[in-house]
């Protein structure tokens, strides 16, 4: 379904100190990873900063994975970014969403409004900035006109608009649509939906996919991330989404060319407590 390679990201948010945190960027770009990125959350490091100084040791892309859009303006998002992306060296790559974990936005002193009053602000805040760097911002940005965009959700109305206006597209989550179903069905149409949405508008973004977990028997796996992420679901449930691989590395290889074939996914990102189990199926698909 799709001829782009794979690209391998790892999201990183444990910081200790400069000389653990370089290390572990280090590590990482050793291990495969093409994309070291930062989550965006509170009581995790301060992406921007953390991922400038990975720069200093790496060559690895580097991006946000991403941004809550509600916690920043666009003109001092746009600073950021450029800024960023200049220490970089032009290898910053923009992951933004629209945020979802109602007591963060309460300890920032900010509303949780509704999905789609948060989807408005993401829109606005991006036709914003883009219209800033096509005007020349300053300080510019290395790449040009600015950094590719990543925009992640799992809704229609968030995928629809990725699709549309950014190079990268990322499937957050594929839960069950009912007690039928694996979550396989819910990735089927979110792929379909970005696909067709593009085709429409001649776009081409890349298909991004996050991991929730990489085991080796996914039966007996510690569910205690993925269940932060899907309180509502059972156990089983968890256990059969499309973002829990288990196998052997060559097993979970298998399932990702399956993946790019069925649903055009070719990039993935997987969380910094799985990065070395994964680093073995990365090494399967170079």
Known sequence: MSDRP?????????????????DKARHAESLG??????PDHLGLPAPFPALATAAEVTTA????????????RPALLAREVATTDLLADGRLELGLGAGYVKEEFEAAGLPFVSGGERLNQLRDTVTEMRGLFADGHRPPAVQQPMPPIMVAGSGPRMLRYA???AE??????????DENDTGHTRLAEQAELVRTTATALATDPELNLLVLGVYP???????????????DLSEEQIRTLPGLLGGSPATIADTLREYRERYGLTYFTVPEFHMEAFAEVIARLR
């Open 6 to 22: 794979f690209r391998f990201g790892v999201n990183l948010g444990i910081c200790e100190s400069r000389a653990k945190w370089q």
């Open 217 to 231: 028997d996914v039966s007996t796996a510690d569910l205690s991330f993925p269940r932060q992420l899907a309180p």
């Open 168 to 177: 990268i597209v990322g499937i957050a989550f594929s839960f069950p649509q």
């Open 33 to 38: 990873y093409d994309v070291l990125a930062v």
């Open 163 to 165: 699709a549309e206006h």
């Open 61 to 72: 892309r580097l991006g946000t994975y991403v941004l809550n859009i509600c916690f920043y």
